[in-house]
């Protein structure tokens, strides 16, 4: 399948920091979707991305597609305590009917 | 959030009992996976339906076994739990290629 790697694997940041993970695939993906669960939750779908080079925000929350659909980031402006969470990137297998996801990146944030 | 129910959310048995998930979705999805996940580790991915009466194992290989008779329902069943099956299973179901999931089952075998 579309394998896809994440770093860093945890991220401890004071509130009010920045903080950035990326997920990167060796292939060409069709599309790349992020989800973030909460300590003791379930992953719940944040957004998609399917164009080369796209750039989309939520709020505090900047999500970038790669030009050459190889990587893909999620760059948290002034972190709050309820960002705290591990934030996933998945891409989809290559029979199309399912997704591989990365390991996540586990964000931590101390007031 | 989506309508896709997990039941049991908690169960604690004894090793050779045979257990049953039961995953239950509201949306008419013709999509539905199970995944494992070990506290703050990462999902694998155990079985997944394209849609009434088709199965397929993921990535993960796993003594246990599904059926999708209906579109809603989907649940995973161990024949003989182990504690090596101790672990969060997560159930969810698709429309296009978002995924919504339900609250997961933990499972702990003794």
């Known amino acids: 399948g579309q394998q896809v790697m994440q770093i860093p694997q945890y991220q401890h940041v004071q509130e009010g920091e920045d903080f950035t993970t990326y997920c990167n695939s060796s292939?060409?993906?069709?599309?790349i979707q992020w989800y973030k669960q909460r300590p003791g939750g379930h992953p719940v779908f944040l957004i998609q991305?399917?164009?080369?080079?796209e750039v989309k925000k939520q709020k505090r929350l900047t999500f970038q597609f790669g030009e050459a659909k190889k990587n893909s980031s999620l760059h948290i402006t002034a972190t709050q305590t309820t960002d705290v969470g591990t934030y996933f990137c998945a891409a989809l297998s290559n029979s199309g009917y399912a997704l591989n996801f990365g390991k996540g990146t586990s964000l931590l944030v101390t007031p | 959030e989506a309508d896709i129910y997990q039941t049991p959310r908690y169960l604690v048995i004894g090793t050779g009992k045979k257990i049953t998930l039961e995953c239950s979705q509201t949306m008419g999805h013709d999509k539905m996976y199970w995944y494992q996940q070990d506290p703050g580790m990462e999902l694998h991915l155990i079985h997944y339906?394209?849609?009434?009466?088709?199965?397929e194992k993921g990535d993960l290989s796993s003594e246990s076994t599904v059926s999708r008779i209906r579109t809603e329902h989907f649940p995973l069943t161990l024949e003989s739990a182990r504690p090596s099956h101790t672990s969060q299973y997560l159930c969810?179901?698709?429309?296009?290629?978002?995924?919504?999931f339900g609250p997961g089952t933990r499972l702990t075998v003794l």
């Open positions: 292939t060409t993906l069709s599309n």
């Open positions: 339906s394209y849609g009434v009466n088709s199965t």
């Open positions: 969810a179901s698709s429309e296009g290629d978002t995924q919504y």
């Open positions: 991305l399917v164009k080369s080079g």
